[in-house]
DNA sequence: CAGATATTTTAGTTATAACTAAATTGCTGC
DNA sequence: GCAGCAATTTAGTTATAACTAAAATATCTG
């Protein structure tokens, strides 16, 4: 099996590597991956998640009201080594880090405006 | 020197990707550059060029009326042998054509609709 | 200088990614 | 069943990337 696309545009985006980070070597549950990022919802984390799963880059198993994630690392090829470099290269530590801190000024107010709906009530 | 993030976000899109691949052995004219890839404005192609050389991928280099561009394979670091790696998979090369036609498929009207401003009659 | 050619730049548009807050779903234990 | 926690989903927002068409810039040629 060749190269996945997916794994480049999930590898271009810092916030996509931190996850995959966190659930390199072992399954993490989304709460745990929610807490250990910071400064972002839960709901965001939920959806990075599931692009991730979606792409083939993770995998899922449920446990009770818990759900781990894991890295699949045998689907993401060359791309995987690359990752695992870039983590064991200081400089690249720093980067990343001031990256993020950029994309936290990203995307913040989308305040409420009108009234929500309800879904069941029709 | 480390990994390059700019290099990450460069092969994440398969327009630069394209751009890299044609300029990765030997420099070539934006013109070139332009007619080699089909289906996109040159304005869009000399924006891409831009973008490329503004993070450290290429290098320009101008002759008469003409601006030859070329690779800059030593800043890319490991990301260069993966794009290496990808352009001699065959498997690849189907997936990249592919996305390459969907992208086609993207901003596309941008249909005028004010008049125009002149800069240098004020 | 006028015209042709090569490229860049600008202004405005569309599509999309990333996000938030709230609603919803699913499971557990009482 | 209902309260409570974990996680997902939804609807709407903001920021941004990629693009087009037109105008501007620069260089060469007669």
């Given amino acids: 099996m060749g190269l996945e696309t997916a794994a480049l545009a999930a590898i271009a985006s ?46 899922a198993r449920a446990d009770g009201r818990q759900r781990f994630y894991k890295a699949r690392r045998e689907a993401m090829g060359p791309v995987g080594e690359l990752l695992e470099r870039m983590w ?11 990256e993020l801190a950029e994309r936290r000024r990203g995307p913040r107010a989308a305040r409420p405006r009108g009234s929500r709906r309800k879904k069941g009530t029709a």
């Fill in 14 to 59: 810092p916030r996509r590597r931190e996850i995959l980070r966190l659930v390199w070597r072992e399954e993490r549950a989304a709460g745990e991956i929610h807490r250990a990022m910071g400064d972002v919802t839960f709901g965001a984390v939920s959806q990075q998640l599931r692009a991730l799963c979606e792409s083939g880059l993770l995998e």
């Fill in 88 to 98: 064991d290269d200081a400089l690249w530590q720093l980067k990343q880090r001031a």
